[in-house]
């Protein structure tokens, strides 16, 4: 994890590789300093570095969607909100409340990390600065359901150290309707409102709470067919359109699976929701099982399925590949 100075570079660029292990082994044990990591001195003064960085990375995070989340709630309802604007970054019809949103975050997020590259799916590449740390924002996941008064949109923040999903430290998304706050910190675990949430424990499909994205708009011929034994022996199956909502319910305990083979879904869609998801304990990849991960860029796109364990998905993996 980088360590960044307001309006600065950032100071201890060299440790970033050691400190990524550090946060990701858990508690330091007794023989720490054979890893590299310089003894109980060194331990003690890396964890109050840590925590004082996962703090700053928390409260701009949550700054900035609450910013989000305000300006939201002004326009909408309203006729100017749904002005189209032209085409985004990632390719889908831009609105004044897509924008709109998209300004309260890089506004809110430019007065503490000063330099940043911002990526969007609006606006696309955005250097603050003089760049340097990579943020992922996703202004609205749900724009047709905010258009049509469908209650469930969110925003959502990503924090990376490079280009890639792989380099996300940080993450946090809002559920724009209820403020609903998930973040997660490397290492730190995953928050709900500030308590620490974990997914549940199903195992079967059978037993399990299972969302899907069906919107394929009659581009993806058989699409249905894929999942129909998903959706036919899934316990309880659900649908709202907003993924970043679906992926953070898995992470909280709401619902057990998501499953979104489209490959539709853009790197802003999910690059918070994932990473949360996995802080939290849970599994993400995509559909062919492997590590989710890609370039950190508006049209970068993947299928995926998130579930609440290693079981589960294993279960799911082996019905869609009976399917295919």
């Known amino acids: 994890m980088k360590l960044i100075e307001s309006g600065g570079q950032d100071s201890s660029a060299p440790h970033a590789s050691r ?32 925590l004082r960085t996962a703090m700053r990375f928390k409260e701009l995070t949550i700054e900035a969607l609450r910013s989000a989340r305000a300006r939201f709630l002004e326009l909408r309802g309203t006729e100017e909100a749904h002005r189209e604007l032209g085409t985004g970054a990632g390719g889908d019809v831009m609105r004044v409340i897509d924008l709109e949103v998209e300004k309260a975050i890089a506004e809110s997020l430019a007065k503490s990390l000063k330099d940043f590259v911002l990526v969007s799916e609006e606006s696309g590449l955005k250097t603050y600065g003089g760049g340097g740390r990579v943020v ?47 973040y997660a910190e490397m290492g730190l675990g995953a928050y709900l409102n500030d308590k620490r949430m974990r997914p549940r424990n199903t195992k079967r499909v059978e037993e399990a709470f299972i969302a899907f994205e069906l919107n394929v708009r009659g581009q993806i011929g058989g699409y249905v067919s894929r999942i129909a ?38 790197a802003p869609d999910f690059a918070a ?20 991960n890609c370039k950190l860029e508006p049209k970068a796109r993947s299928a995926m399925v998130a579930t609440c364990t290693p079981e589960l998905h294993e279960d799911i993996m082996k019905r869609l590949k009976r399917a295919q």
């Open 19 to 50: 400190l990524r292990r550090a946060v990701s082994v858990g508690p330091l044990s007794r023989d720490s300093s054979r890893r590299g990591f310089g003894g109980k001195g060194f331990n003690v003064a890396l964890r109050s570095l840590l």
């Open 136 to 182: 992922v924002v996703d202004p609205l996941d749900g724009s047709t359901n905010v258009l049509r008064g469908y209650p469930a949109c969110s925003s959502a923040v990503a924090i990376a150290e490079g280009m890639t999903l792989r380099d996300v430290v940080a993450a946090g998304v809002v559920n724009l309707v209820t403020g609903d706050l998930y």
């Open 229 to 266: 034994e998903l959706i036919e022996r899934a316990r309880h199956v659900r649908l709202i359109g907003s993924d970043a909502l679906e992926i953070c319910f898995v992470a909280s305990g709401t619902s057990d699976a998501f499953v979104d083979l489209r490959g539709f879904l853009r």
């Open 273 to 292: 929701s994932a990473f949360i998801l996995k802080e939290a304990g849970g599994i993400i990849t995509d559909a062919d099982g492997r590590e989710l």
